[in-house]
C-alpha cells in the first residue's frame, strides 16, 4: 500500500500579523515625520530666495532712485506698488521685482516690503514682513502664521536664529519698538536703518 503524504498550507497567525502590522505603522509615522520636515524645510528655502530677491529688487530701487522705496503692505495692487510702476520717483528704471505683486508665504500670508520706523520713533527704515494676514484681506485675517520653528530657521539664514534679537525679529506681542512691531507668526526683517 501506498502511504499519501498530506501536506498542510501553515498560514500567518494573528500574533504574526499584528507584528507586521505594527512595524508598517511605525515606518510610515517615520517616513510622514520625515516628510513634514522636508516640506517646512522646503518653505523656509522658498521663502529666504524670495525675500533675497526682494533685498536685491530693494538694492536696485534705492541705487536708481537714491530714496527708499515706499511701502504699500495689504493695500498693494498692481498700479500702486513701487517696485512695478515708478509713481512719480525721479531715476526710476524697473520693474524692479519679475514677482506677482503682493504674493504669498507658503504659509498663506503675505511678503511686504514696508518703510516706518521699527526701530525707534524717530529712524525710518526699510523692512520685510513675513505677515500672517492673506493678500487681498485685512490685518485681522491671521490665517497665514508662520510656526514658531519656521520662524527661527528663517531667522537664523538672516541673523542670528533668536526671534527677540538682531536684525530678524518675529512672534512678537504687541507693537513695541523691542519686537519690530512683529505679531505671532509674523517675521521682520530690517534691511536699511
Known amino acids: 500500500m501506498k502511504k499519501i503524504k498530506l501536506f498542510y498550507k501553515r498560514g500567518f497567525t494573528l500574533l504574526e500579523l499584528l507584528i507586521v502590522i505594527a512595524l508598517i505603522g511605525i515606518l510610515a509615522t517615520v517616513i510622514?515625520?520625515?516628510?513634514?520636515?522636508?516640506?517646512?524645510?522646503?518653505?523656509?528655502?522658498?521663502?529666504?530666495?524670495?525675500?533675497?530677491e526682494l533685498r536685491n529688487a530693494t538694492l536696485l530701487y534705492i541705487n536708481d532712485t537714491g530714496v527708499l522705496p515706499s511701502g504699500c503692505d495689504l493695500a498693494c495692487t498692481p498700479s500702486n506698488d513701487p517696485f512695478l510702476n515708478s509713481l512719480g520717483v525721479p531715476g526710476w528704471h524697473g520693474p524692479y521685482f519679475k514677482g506677482e505683486w503682493n504674493f504669498k508665504t507658503p504659509w498663506g500670508g503675505h511678503f511686504s516690503v514696508e518703510?516706518?520706523?521699527?526701530?525707534?520713533?524717530?529712524?525710518?527704515?526699510?523692512?520685510?514682513?513675513?505677515?500672517?494676514?492673506?493678500?487681498?484681506?485685512?490685518?485681522?485675517?491671521?490665517?497665514?502664521?508662520?510656526?514658531?520653528?519656521?520662524?527661527?530657521?528663517?531667522?537664523?539664514?538672516?541673523?542670528?536664529?533668536?526671534?527677540?534679537?538682531?536684525?530678524?525679529r518675529g512672534n512678537g506681542t504687541g507693537n513695541d519698538y523691542n519686537t519690530f512691531q512683529s505679531s505671532q507668526g509674523e517675521l521682520v526683517i530690517l534691511f536699511f536703518p
Do not use: C, M, Q
Not at 515625520?33 to 523656509?44: M, Q, Y
Open 115 to 168: 518703510r516706518g520706523n521699527v526701530i525707534s520713533p524717530s529712524v525710518s527704515s526699510i523692512y520685510f514682513l513675513l505677515n500672517d494676514d492673506a493678500p487681498g484681506t485685512n490685518n485681522n485675517d491671521n490665517t497665514g502664521a508662520i510656526p514658531l520653528s519656521a520662524l527661527k530657521k528663517i531667522d537664523k539664514a538672516y541673523d542670528d536664529g533668536v526671534l527677540n534679537t538682531g536684525n530678524a
Open 32 to 52: 510622514l515625520a520625515s516628510l513634514a520636515t522636508a516640506r517646512e524645510n522646503g518653505k523656509v528655502a522658498w521663502t529666504v530666495s524670495e525675500v533675497h
